[in-house]
């Protein structure tokens, strides 16, 4: 397994995560089945939404000895009414629900601390007028979470929280049918329609793409849910593009996105988390997505960061480089300094755009005919390069 920085938290987090809401309804010797296989396969990064009784303490039970290891995703909004969830912007019930997970997984602490499931207007100034904010600020101070979160699956709410400065980790809802998505039909439209193939807009949600590398430029992290759109893209009938995508082309698709850590995969046996961690494992080409964006996407000399490219022979991770000269060009069209970090994050890289020997066999592989030295030299005169920079990096 493949371990990435939760953004400016710098907390280590597995590539694979775990969403638990399949836990539920679950006897313990089955949730601790799925706890054992998550952990053996390397998996450190737990979601844990779900506000029912019994499912927390089975978490709890099953990660006993074992709390250390795994970075826990809790939400503040997440409450249990009545015999059933329901999400509040009570700040009584909020702190009742949350000291619950805490009591119940017999923890001292929540790794990130979620403001829960944020998709409107309104929602978003309760959370953020209405003290729940200051309660989540509270528990960072006093270091009872180490990072504030958000969950929401609305690109404009999202962008709207990160540009506060308060979130560390964003919780989104990120998969290639969800950014391809047609101007005519909303997300929940879609994740309805489960057997109509759906013509998708022949570009990437600019919304949805401005989100991602917003996040790159704060530092905020983004795990990533409903990487498999609930099922629906493993199974060509169901899927929206009429054919089926396999898991590690969802996984990966996720991962090349700017400032994705994780993706938080849903599994409700120790098969599904194999199937999931098998990622780790996967050939290039069973990662490969650019066939999605062949039949879909206008994106001729666009560079999805699928990596089909690779490899090169300077050892040139290109997807990479690309991605953080996109996010370069933006900052300068906006008359806006490069970000520092952002700096720092392409002059880490291993091989770098000044390593290009312009061999060209990169772009003859490019499903998208990307000009690819030409960009390789776009990044060496916006970040710099030759024997000096690389003297002092």
């Not at 409107?120 to 200051?134: A, C, M, P, Q």
């Not at 101070?141 to 690109?155: L, V």
């Not at 999202?158 to 969800?178: C, E, H, Q, W, Y």
């Not at 000269?325 to 900052?331: E, F, G, M």
């Amino acid at each position: 397994m493949r371990y990435r920085p939760l953004g400016r938290s710098g907390i280590p987090v597995s590539e694979v995560g775990l969403g638990c809401e399949y836990l539920q309804k679950k006897d313990y010797p089955a949730v601790k089945a799925i706890v054992d296989e998550a952990i053996m396969q390397g998996i450190t990064i737990f979601d844990i939404f779900m506000s029912e009784p019994t499912v927390r303490t089975h978490l709890g039970k099953a990660l006993m000895g074992r709390r250390e290891q795994i970075v826990i995703q809790g939400h503040i909004g997440s409450t249990w009414k009545d015999g059933q969830y329901a999400l509040s912007r009570d700040l009584r019930e909020c702190k009742g629900a949350f000291e619950d997970l805490l009591e119940r997984l017999e923890t001292s602490y929540i790794d990130v601390g979620m403001l829960h499931f944020v998709d409107t207007e309104e929602g978003f100034d309760s959370v953020f007028n209405g003290g729940i904010i200051d309660y989540a600020n509270e528990l960072k101070k006093s270091g009872i979470i180490k990072a504030i979160g958000i969950s929401t699956h609305e690109s404009s709410i999202a962008k709207r929280a990160v540009r506060t400065g308060l979130i560390d980790v964003l919780m989104f809802s990120l998969n290639p049918a969800f950014d391809l998505l047609p101007g005519t039909m909303s997300m929940d439209d879609m994740m309805a329609n489960e057997t109509t193939t759906v013509t998708m807009k022949n570009r990437i949600d600019p919304d949805r793409t401005a989100l991602y590398q917003l996040c790159e430029q704060y530092g905020t992290a983004i795990t990533v849910m409903k990487a498999y759109m609930a099922g629906r893209l493993l199974n060509a009938e169901q899927s929206p593009f009429g054919w089926a995508l396999a898991p590690a082309q969802c996984i990966h698709y996720a991962l090349t996105r700017p400032a994705v850590a994780s993706a938080l995969i849903g599994c409700g046996s120790p098969d599904e988390v194999r199937q999931a961690a098998a990622y780790k494992n996967a050939a290039d080409g069973e990662k490969d997505f650019s066939e999605v964006f062949r039949k879909t996407l206008a994106a001729e000399g666009k560079c999805v960061y699928c990596n089909h490219c690779l490899p090169c022979h300077a050892r040139i991770d290109i997807g990479q480089v690309n991605k953080y000269l996109d996010l370069a060009l933006i900052a300068t069209l906006a008359m806006q300094e490069i970000p520092a970090t952002l700096s720092a994050h392409y002059q880490a890289l291993s091989a770098r755009a000044e390593d290009c020997s312009a061999c060209g066999a990169c772009e003859k592989r490019c499903p998208f005919a990307v000009p690819v030295r030409q960009k390789m030299r776009e990044a060496k005169q916006i970040f710099g390069g030759g024997k000096k920079n690389r003297e002092n990096t």
